[in-house]
């Protein structure tokens, strides 16, 4: 069974990039046809797809955060990171890191494996 784990900072300042990394175990981040996504959930918000890694090392982005995201994979690690930029206290939420056989972006249901999740929060 496939387990995904969050890491990185839960505190970052204004104008900063966060960066968050996602440990895989159980299984390939290179088995098809699997995407890997990050995704957040601000405090008192709904769930936000923000960007997935294919199996391939195709990377595919929210139309509304594509210009601050970034989502890139170390295949010798079987880890795959997410970078925000110049982010905003809007920034704050948990963020995921979750599998889904498609991509499905917000559609919930398809995403079987999450990892725990991780609060970061943006403060000076």
């Known amino acids: 069974q496939v387990q995904l784990q969050e890491s990185g900072p839960g505190l970052v300042k204004p104008s900063q990039t966060l960066s968050l990394t996602c440990t895989v175990s159980?299984?390939?981040?290179?088995?098809?046809?699997?995407?890997w996504s990050w995704i957040r959930q601000p405090p008192g918000k709904g769930l936000e797809w923000m960007g997935a890694?294919?199996?391939?090392?195709?990377?595919y982005y929210s139309p509304s955060l594509k210009s601050r995201t970034s989502i890139s994979r170390d295949t010798s690690k079987n880890q795959f990171t997410l970078q925000l930029s110049s982010v905003t206290p809007e920034d704050t939420a948990v963020y995921y890191c979750?599998?889904?056989?498609?991509?499905?972006?917000?559609?919930?249901?398809?995403?079987?494996?999450w990892g725990q999740g991780t609060q970061v929060t943006v403060s000076s």
């Open positions: 159980g299984g390939s981040i290179t088995t098809n046809y699997y995407y």
């Open positions: 979750a599998r889904a056989p498609e991509l499905g972006g917000s559609s919930w249901p398809i995403f079987g494996s």
């Open positions: 890694i294919a199996y391939s090392g195709s990377t």
